[in-house]
């Protein structure tokens, strides 16, 4: 289900209080009947006695509502904030990077290597992080065939520091709360590590060009200062199985 930029305010306002939420002012009769949709698809029931949606308490509610006013979508993923780099949108990242052979890669949130199968092909040395046990030990293997990949050992991007700038970083971060960042921490974190005049590009959901919050402004504010954000087309991860819309974050190092 894709959500509208009205119903994505709502959400944004709505008042999350454990196992329910508020929605905050008078609605028109069909922003609230989508707005009710979409608490309902994700598991909510309104109750007139509490004037509010309700949720089974086994629900992370406030962690389903950030993933929707992220990501634009109703997702039910078991694995929240993942969303694999389709083919198309990995070669474009790597093409826009202008990777050299020989360069320095960082890839922070590898992933199942949809960008670092691209940066290998194009001559880069890649030094690739996960926290995922599992897609963890699938780039471990790729490693044992490859030289030119090293994995690091840290499953928190957050807890890892180079022992040298980087030419190039390549990211997909994760859409939520990873460890103890989300997409926004490690992109600023990532970008702490690029050389003078090294490139960093990011995939990112499209909620960082529009939501208000001071967090956003600034993160807004900071990228625009160093680079670009360029909405991509509706359909970029339809091959991931999600409507997400995303966007290129496009930075240059200090």
């Not at 629900?59 to 509502?65: G, Q, S």
């Not at 807890?159 to 960042?181: D, H, I, R, T, Y």
């Not at 990011?202 to 529009?210: D, L």
Request: glycine share 10%; aromatic share 4%; proline share 6%.
């Amino acid at each position: 289900m894709q959500l509208g930029r009205d119903v994505l305010d709502v959400l944004g306002r709505a008042e999350v209080l454990g196992d329910r939420v508020v929605l905050q002012g008078s609605l028109d009769r069909k922003l609230y009947t989508r707005t009710n949709d979409v608490l309902e698809a994700l598991g909510g029931t309104w109750s007139r006695k509490a004037r509010a949606h309700l949720f089974s308490p086994d629900i992370d509610v406030a962690t389903l509502i950030d993933l929707a006013i992220t990501t634009g979508v109703i997702t039910t993923s078991k694995d929240l904030g993942f969303f694999p780099t389709p083919p198309p949108v990995a070669e474009r990242l790597v093409d826009e990077l202008r990777v050299e052979p020989g360069d320095l890669v960082l890839e922070p949130s590898a992933g199942d290597g949809a960008l670092v199968r691209p940066l290998l092909a194009a001559g880069a040395v890649v030094v690739a992080v996960e926290r995922d046990a599992k897609r963890r030990q699938q780039l471990i293997d790729l490693a044992a065939v490859e030289p030119r990949l090293t994995v690091s050992g840290a499953d928190d991007f957050m807890c890892v520091e180079l022992a040298q700038p980087v030419a190039c970083v390549a990211l997909n971060p994760p859409f939520l709360k990873s460890g103890l960042g989300d997409h926004l921490d490690h992109v600023r974190h990532a970008y702490s590590m690029l050389r003078p005049g090294g490139r960093l590009g990011a995939i990112m959901p499209s909620s960082i060009e529009f939501r208000s919050d001071r967090r956003h402004r600034e993160f807004r504010q900071w990228a625009e200062e160093r680079g670009t954000i360029e909405s991509l087309p509706d359909g970029s991860f339809k091959a991931s199985g999600t409507g997400v819309r995303t966007c290129l974050v496009m930075l240059v190092g200090e």
